[in-house]
């Protein structure tokens, strides 16, 4: 559900397929941009090109840009470095919104005028100042039409184009990242509900994913950072040195590590509260009257905390769910096919660039 990179143009036409410029996929996050570039390989995806750059403290806070300046020019590295003309944009979702809405029977040519006419029961602006995008996802024998809309504010979305063109990059989409994400860990046939999560270092965005539909986003302001926090503060290591034992130890228990699996229990706390408190809204909305396929089969993990050791199996128990690292491969290629050059943990990093980069399939 991508949403125009031009907001003058009618978002409902669609981009004839010759007319799909190859572009990268390109995430902007608090404390970095990453790149992911897909080629064509027989009927893979594979990484023809990938990248990371930090952003200085500050510059971006829970998705807002609070320094257009510092950020145009890390845009501007990667568009020299790379030589880049086109690019994706996931915008995160603490700017976005995803909502239901429950349309009666409208012809075809005026479902998006009906949805538009709705908009401002959902969301706190209006919708002149919105800019969205809808997919059906169920309907009924008399018309109605069960729809999901993402809408951005058409203020951000214009502040996204400005610092693109500040770095000679063209946008041809923003996405809110969580559909990113999708699109990139679960199956496009998937036809149950999926929760994610994707752990950052200071925050983590849980989504849930309803026969292959985000219906559900929500934003945390914890991330794997609490975690080296917690090992640090309880052990007097660096963070440095905590941050390396969490990677490599994380939650595997034994007679030597007690002390620091206490102190990582402690800090996941508050972050395992929050997802068990979105697992059992999804059950209990009140507003969500309609859905199919509710119940939650499993759990997928991203983000660059996502391979903590152990730490699937300690969400897992909270919840009573499979939960697992998502495959970010998924949709480009099988995994036992094809080894790309970037490792295992640093994929989990660039998962909503790897799903901006597949739109360009899907």
């Not at 390109?26 to 941009?33: F, P």
């Not at 509900?193 to 559900?216: F, L």
């Not at 480009?332 to 970037?342: H, M, Q």
């Amino acid at each position: 559900m991508a949403l125009a990179s031009d907001i003058s143009i009618p978002q409902w036409i669609s981009t004839p397929n010759f007319l799909r410029f190859p572009a990268v996929g390109l995430n902007i996050s608090d404390h970095s941009v990453k790149m992911m570039d897909l080629r064509p390989e027989g009927d893979k995806r594979v990484p023809a090109r990938f990248d990371a750059l930090d952003i200085p403290d500050g510059a971006v806070v829970s998705g807002d840009i609070k320094d257009r300046e510092v950020v145009s020019d890390v845009l501007s590295q990667l568009q020299s470095k790379h030589n880049l003309s086109f690019a994706r944009f996931s915008i995160p979702e603490e700017n976005g919104y995803i909502f239901n809405l429950e349309v009666p029977s409208v012809k075809e040519n005026k479902l998006r005028e009906a949805v538009s006419l709705r908009l401002d029961e959902k969301i706190p602006i209006t919708t002149e100042e919105a800019v969205f995008d809808f997919d059906v996802t169920n309907r009924t024998d008399d018309g109605t039409r069960y729809i999901t809309v993402s809408a951005l504010p058409a203020d951000i979305v214009g502040e996204y184009m400005q610092i693109c063109r500040e770095a000679n990059l063209s946008p041809l989409s923003f996405e809110i990242e969580a559909q990113t994400i999708a699109r990139a860990v679960v199956s496009r046939d998937h036809d149950e509900a999926v929760m994610v999560i994707d752990i950052g270092k200071s925050r983590t965005g849980i989504s849930i994913v309803n026969a292959g539909t985000v219906e559900y986003t929500s934003t945390i302001q914890i991330g794997g950072d609490q975690l080296t926090e917690a090992v640090a503060e309880a052990t007097g290591r660096s963070v440095a040195e905590a941050e390396t034992y969490k990677q490599e130890q994380g939650f595997i228990k034994n007679n030597a590590n007690k002390q620091e699996f206490a102190a990582l229990s402690r800090g996941a706390e508050d972050f395992v509260d929050e997802a068990v408190r979105r697992f059992r809204y999804w059950y209990s909305d009140p507003t969500e009257t309609v859905r199919e396929n509710r119940d939650i089969t499993r759990v997928l993990l991203c983000g660059g905390n996502a391979s903590v050791p152990g730490l699937a199996d300690h969400i897992s128990a909270q919840l009573d769910v499979s939960v697992r690292i998502g495959d970010v491969w998924k949709r480009a290629f099988d995994i036992n096919e094809y080894i790309p050059d970037i490792d295992f943990r640093h994929s989990l990093t660039h998962t909503s660039a790897i799903g901006l980069a597949l739109s360009n399939e899907f």
